[in-house]
Every structure is written in C-alpha cells, then in structure tokens.
C-alpha cells in the first residue's frame, strides 16, 4: 500500500474498542481516507485540466516512441530466440518414424490488416523509419489508447499502454511436426492424436528443452545448463524416459531430478549420480545411499564416491 501511494504519503492505523481507523499523513497533515481522496481526485483533474491537446500530443508522441523502440527489441530478441529453438529442434531427430518437430512464432489469425501493416512497421528500428510510417505508428497506438481509455475511462494511463502495447498478445507459438525431407505441417491437435505414446511426450517436451537450450546459449560459455525437474516423467512409460532423458544430453541440460523409483540407467545417459532415500520409522531419521551411473554400470556408496571423483575434473 506504501508504495503504490508514494513515498510522500504515510498511511497509519489506530485503534479504538476493536474499530480500527486508517489515516493518511503527507507534509499538510494528517487525513480521512475519505478527503484525502476527494483532495487526490481534485490534483487530479486539476493537472488534466494543464495538459493542453498539443501538449498530450507530444507527451503522446515521445511515451509511444520510447515504448515501440522496446517493443522493437524485444520482438526482435523473441524471434532470434525463436529461430535458436527451431534450428535446434529441427537438427535432433528424436522419433522412430524419423520425424522431428519445429516452431515458429507468428501473428494471430484474427489482426486486421491496419494491425498487421503496423505490426510490420515494428520489425524494423522506430529511429530508422521515414516520418510517413512513424505518423501511422503514432495514428494506431493513439487511436487505440484513445478507444481503450473510452471503453474504461477508470483505467490508469499506465494500465492502458501496458494492454495496448503488449507484445505477447499480438504473436502466438505453432508447433510443426517435420518430415525426414524437412516438409513441416502445423501439428494440430488431430495429428498429435495420432502420435504414439512416446512421440506424444517428446512433443509436449522438446519445445520446452529447446527453449531452455536457446535461452542458456544467449548466455557465457561457463553459466551451467541446468533446470530442475520436480517428479520428473512421472506419467512416461519405460519406453519413453530414455528417449526424454536422452533429448536432454542432445540439448546440452544438465538436470536436477526428483521423483519415486526415477532411475536414469540408460544408454542415453552417459553420466548421473543420485542418493537413494529410505525413512526409517522407528528411529525417525532418513538414510541415504549415493548411486552413480557411469554411462555402462552402477556403483554404490564408497565406489560410487571414489568413482565419482575420478569423473569430476580436479582444479
């Protein structure tokens, strides 16, 4: 509450027979609730009064420059993100029919043209565009501030711009399902049907990995690739974990697992090592065992320690 009123405000409480009474504090003295927002709304109108039309307008005209040079860079960063997760999934077949999988990130079927031609005008750096399109980015985000602020003149200037310039709303994620020529199709939810158990879950979690591999590779070489994973495939059959677990060593993810009965003790895997818990009731107290898989055998407590060291690079 102290925040969103500002610093110069400093509401306070008392108490009185069980009735509690809230007021609020500023360098005129101390207020009702009630008149101090009767004296807010009053600064309020009183500084909309200043603002002439031209005065709006240039105030207009600078928020939305500003704002469409940052929705200019984010688009562009999304897509160059976007295009890491395609050419990455696109490079890992990981079906028994040889299909793969793609993404694209592309504008929303029900846009009007207007939108779609000013969606466009934002592909490009707002400072490099001529005064013709800036004037059209200006009409469409005016007009549609305008529109929005008719249609709830109760919203705050900044939840306006913060709906009608959201990004994320204007694009939506398609899923491609690639054949081995490389022809994709959008895979929609009668194709995912018809998908086995396994290609099921590689669907639902390769764009997921990939986008994990997209985002660790924006970073430096040494950041470590790892997420973490609560009751890991829990719902994947046996056939299907080493497939998953699989994909993560061809997408680079260093995992953190947990989960019941989750063994890692495949091919796929050339390396994990994981305690193994066991609650013992009587005496209150959890035991651990440290398990490592080395890629070809397991090993267990003392060996698996001294195993484990001779895996891990001595500095």
């Known amino acids: 509450?102290?925040?969103?009123?500002?610093?110069?405000?400093r509401p306070e409480m008392s108490f009185d027979d069980e009735v509690i009474s809230v007021t609020i504090a500023d360098d005129e003295g101390v207020h009702a609730v009630a008149t101090f927002t009767s004296r807010v709304e009053t600064t309020r109108r009183d500084q909309e009064a200043l603002l002439t039309a031209k005065e709006r307008e240039v105030f207009e005209d600078t928020l939305l420059g500003a704002l469409c040079r940052q929705i200019h860079t984010r688009t562009m960063s999304a897509r160059e993100l976007v295009r890491h997760m395609d050419r990455a999934m696109r490079a890992r077949q990981m079906m028994s029919s040889k299909m793969t999988l793609g993404i694209r990130w592309e504008l929303i079927n029900d846009l009007t043209k207007e939108q779609r031609d000013?969606?466009?005008l934002l592909e490009h750096d707002p400072s490099?565009?001529?005064?013709?399109?800036?004037?059209?980015?200006?009409?469409?985000?005016?007009?549609?501030v305008k529109q929005t602020r008719a249609a709830d003149p109760s919203r705050s200037y900044r939840d306006i711009l913060g709906s009608v310039?959201?990004?994320?709303?204007?694009?939506?994620?398609?899923?491609?399902?690639?054949?081995?020529?490389?022809?994709?199709?959008?895979?929609?939810?009668?194709?995912?049907?018809?998908?086995?158990?396994?290609?099921?879950?590689?669907?639902?979690?390769?764009?997921?990995?990939?986008?994990?591999?997209?985002q660790f590779a924006s970073g430096r070489p040494t950041c470590p690739h790892l997420i973490a994973l609560d009751e890991a495939f829990a719902a994947i059959d046996a056939k299907g974990k080493p497939e998953l677990l699989g994909l993560t060593v061809k997408f680079d993810l260093d995992l953190f697992l947990t989960g019941y009965e989750l063994w890692v003790t495949h091919a796929s895997v050339p390396a994990?090592?994981?305690?193994?818990?066991?609650?013992?009731?009587?005496?209150?107290?959890?035991?651990?065992?440290?398990?490592?898989?080395?890629?070809?055998?397991?090993?267990?407590?003392?060996?698996?320690?001294s195993r484990l060291r001779s895996l891990v690079p001595q500095e």
Do not use: C, N
């Open 118 to 120: 000013t969606l466009r």
């Open 165 to 214: 310039l959201d990004y994320r709303q204007w694009r939506h994620f398609t899923l491609l399902l690639v054949d081995p020529d490389g022809e994709d199709t959008p895979l929609t939810r009668q194709r995912h049907a018809k998908l086995s158990t396994g290609e099921k879950a590689i669907s639902l979690h390769m764009p997921l990995f990939a986008a994990a591999h997209a």
């Open 1 to 9: 509450m102290i925040a969103r009123l500002g610093a110069q405000y």
């Open 128 to 144: 490099h565009l001529d005064p013709e399109r800036l004037d059209a980015l200006r009409r469409h985000f005016s007009a549609a």
């Open 272 to 305: 994990a090592a994981h305690y193994e818990l066991l609650r013992v009731e009587h005496e209150h107290t959890v035991a651990s065992l440290l398990i490592l898989w080395d890629g070809r055998e397991l090993h267990e407590g003392e060996e698996a320690v």
